[in-house]
């Protein structure tokens, strides 16, 4: 069955940094774009990044654009988010999605001030 197992997540001061990584299995990986989506307490999830199939794409929402990364590895079934100068409005579970339709169980990011 489909897989989607986010990690990384952690405390971080604000100005850090963190590797989010989310591992993929049960479908064939690189016929789908992969994004991340994160939910604040009391808040609705929200676009974070997508990546196309061939990572030839890339698109951010604006709170997030110029700081993170979002990569894949095709061969390992990976999906990645460099998260740098972060924020304590980044606080959140970050989730990692297929474009088939399923999403990962969450890692939570704490960025403290």
């Known amino acids: 069955q489909v897989q989607l197992v986010e990690s990384g997540g952690g405390l971080v001061q604000v100005g850090g940094s963190l590797r989010l990584s989310c591992a993929a299995s049960?479908?064939?990986?690189?016929?789908?774009?992969m994004s991340w989506y994160r939910q604040a307490p009391g808040k609705e999830r929200e676009w974070v990044a997508t990546i196309i199939n061939n990572g030839g794409k890339l698109n951010y929402a604006d709170p997030v654009k110029g700081r993170f990364t979002i990569s894949r590895d095709n061969a390992k079934n990976m999906v990645y988010l460099q998260m740098d100068s972060l924020e304590p409005e980044d606080t959140a579970v970050y989730y990692c999605?297929?474009?088939?339709?399923?999403w990962g169980q969450g890692t939570q990011v704490t960025v403290s001030s």
């Open positions: 999605h297929a474009s088939l339709g399923y």
């Open positions: 049960g479908f064939t990986f690189s016929r789908y774009s």
